[in-house]
């Protein structure tokens, strides 16, 4: 932040987003003040102004890394769950003061070790007791997975053009076309939060996902023989890494290069089939990079055994989901960015149908889910 934007911020005085610290306050009082942006829109706490007559203050260099150290302190262990914060330290007028900036919160409702709530009331604080507040703080809660910030990214990590071909797809012309900066699309599409990238932006727009992400790549190994023990493989690949739809054709790549494509009846010069359905094989592929667990830190797996193919999805299936239900067209969507932009990246319409498209062109499918390991297995018994 310049000298000039503060000042800004400055001249404008308290309000619901920017409070004045002539100095670091006692820490519950600090930690309620956290709390309250947290529950709210966020805001900025600016340390060395006079909050009545908003008169600077400047910090000498010891107060300046003790406040930071006391500020990161009572973040993480007077408010439940701990916040996410920046601090700065900007020189207005000659004068040093620190700005803590504070997100709105994305596990609402944050409390005090008491368990007392706070929101802002204009330029002050209260206290949340009514239920139907609180209720409506929990229905505000963001818990999905791909709608979380990558905290050390910015739109410096985007690739803008892939954004900018997914919007033509989306919108049938272009953002700019729609009277929108490039900023405003990315927000509106939840691609960025907060001048951060969102999980889901970054595994369908980013430069490099995995270097954020380091565990969201796709293994795949092909066994020799049964055993997944075993110490011996005829083909084992790096990593494959790449945006969600990249993950995907390098898959469906590697799964084609193992699978055999047998005579089955016709003449020499035919094309053969392959032993497993190739649809059967997308379907399952692309559900195990849209539908899995995000929260886990853990890759899908491809493992290649002589008599069967498995497909493996971190995280167990959701809300009670069962296999029954599943075989039967019942979608659950647990990562709703993620489907939505699928939907105009790869072979997915999100209708809760492709199970049934996989196990009808592939019959012999055998689904497993594991609760107790926290995957969902897929099975494809191998002929010969």
Same mark, same amino acid.
């Given at each position: 932040m310049i000298e000039q934007e503060l000042l800004n911020i400055i001249d404008g005085g308290e309000s619901s987003t920017v409070q004045f610290k002539e100095r670091l306050p006692h820490s519950d009082n600090l930690a309620h003040e956290m709390i309250a942006f947290s529950n709210s829109h966020g805001g900025k706490i600016i340390i060395g102004i006079n909050d009545k007559t908003g008169e600077l203050n400047g910090?000498?260099?010891?107060?300046?890394?003790?406040?930071?150290?006391?500020?990161?302190?009572?973040?993480?262990?007077?408010?439940?769950?701990?916040?996410?914060?920046?601090? *700065?330290?900007?020189s207005v007028k000659g004068n040093q003061l620190v700005v803590v900036s504070i997100e709105e919160g994305l596990s609402k409702p944050y409390k005090d070790a008491n368990g007392t709530i706070y929101l802002k009331n204009g330029s002050d604080k209260r206290k949340v007791t009514s239920n139907d507040e609180i209720a409506r703080l929990l229905g505000s809660r963001n818990l999905f997975a791909d709608e979380t910030e990558i905290y050390d990214s910015s739109v410096k990590d985007l690739d803008v053009w892939l954004f900018s071909e997914y919007f033509k797809k989306e919108f049938e012309m272009s953002f700019e076309e729609k009277g929108l900066v490039l900023e405003e699309a990315l927000k509106a599409k939840k691609v960025m939060r907060n001048n951060h990238l969102t999980l889901a932006g970054l595994l369908f727009f980013g430069k490099e996902p995995q270097s954020f992400r380091p565990a969201f790549t796709v293994k795949a190994v092909m066994?020799?023989?049964?055993?997944?023990?075993?110490?011996?493989?005829?083909?084992?690949?790096?990593?494959?890494?790449?945006?969600?739809? *990249?993950?995907?054709?390098?898959?469906?790549?590697?799964?084609?290069?193992?699978?055999?494509?047998?005579?089955?009846?016709?003449?020499?010069?035919s094309h053969g089939k392959p032993e497993i359905s190739l649809v059967s094989l997308e379907e399952i592929l692309q559900n195990a990079l849209i539908h899995r667990d995000y929260f886990k830190n853990a890759p899908v797996r491809l493992l290649i055994f002589d008599n069967r193919i498995e497909i493996i999805s971190p995280g167990k299936l959701p809300n009670s989901l069962t296999v029954e239900e599943i075989k039967y067209g019942n979608p659950v969507i647990r990562n709703n960015q993620i489907a939505l932009f699928a939907s105009k990246t790869l072979p997915y319409s999100g209708l809760g149908s492709g199970m049934r498209r996989a196990l009808a062109n592939q019959p012999n499918l055998e689904l497993e889910n594991d609760v107790e390991g926290e995957q969902f297995i897929v099975r494809f018994p191998r002929k010969g």
């Amino acid at each position: 932040m310049i000298e000039q934007e503060l000042l800004n911020i400055i001249d404008g005085g308290e309000s619901s987003t920017v409070q004045f610290k002539e100095r670091l306050p006692h820490s519950d009082n600090l930690a309620h003040e956290m709390i309250a942006f947290s529950n709210s829109h966020g805001g900025k706490i600016i340390i060395g102004i006079n909050d009545k007559t908003g008169e600077l203050n400047g910090l000498s260099f010891s107060e300046i890394q003790e406040i930071n150290r006391q500020i990161v302190n009572i973040a993480s262990q007077k408010v439940y769950p701990p916040v996410y914060l920046v601090t *700065e330290t900007v020189s207005v007028k000659g004068n040093q003061l620190v700005v803590v900036s504070i997100e709105e919160g994305l596990s609402k409702p944050y409390k005090d070790a008491n368990g007392t709530i706070y929101l802002k009331n204009g330029s002050d604080k209260r206290k949340v007791t009514s239920n139907d507040e609180i209720a409506r703080l929990l229905g505000s809660r963001n818990l999905f997975a791909d709608e979380t910030e990558i905290y050390d990214s910015s739109v410096k990590d985007l690739d803008v053009w892939l954004f900018s071909e997914y919007f033509k797809k989306e919108f049938e012309m272009s953002f700019e076309e729609k009277g929108l900066v490039l900023e405003e699309a990315l927000k509106a599409k939840k691609v960025m939060r907060n001048n951060h990238l969102t999980l889901a932006g970054l595994l369908f727009f980013g430069k490099e996902p995995q270097s954020f992400r380091p565990a969201f790549t796709v293994k795949a190994v092909m066994y020799a023989g049964n055993d997944i023990g075993g110490d011996n493989y005829r083909s084992k690949p790096e990593d494959l890494t790449g945006t969600i739809p *990249e993950l995907f054709k390098q898959g469906m790549l590697y799964l084609k290069s193992c699978i055999k494509y047998l005579q089955d009846g016709q003449g020499f010069n035919s094309h053969g089939k392959p032993e497993i359905s190739l649809v059967s094989l997308e379907e399952i592929l692309q559900n195990a990079l849209i539908h899995r667990d995000y929260f886990k830190n853990a890759p899908v797996r491809l493992l290649i055994f002589d008599n069967r193919i498995e497909i493996i999805s971190p995280g167990k299936l959701p809300n009670s989901l069962t296999v029954e239900e599943i075989k039967y067209g019942n979608p659950v969507i647990r990562n709703n960015q993620i489907a939505l932009f699928a939907s105009k990246t790869l072979p997915y319409s999100g209708l809760g149908s492709g199970m049934r498209r996989a196990l009808a062109n592939q019959p012999n499918l055998e689904l497993e889910n594991d609760v107790e390991g926290e995957q969902f297995i897929v099975r494809f018994p191998r002929k010969g």
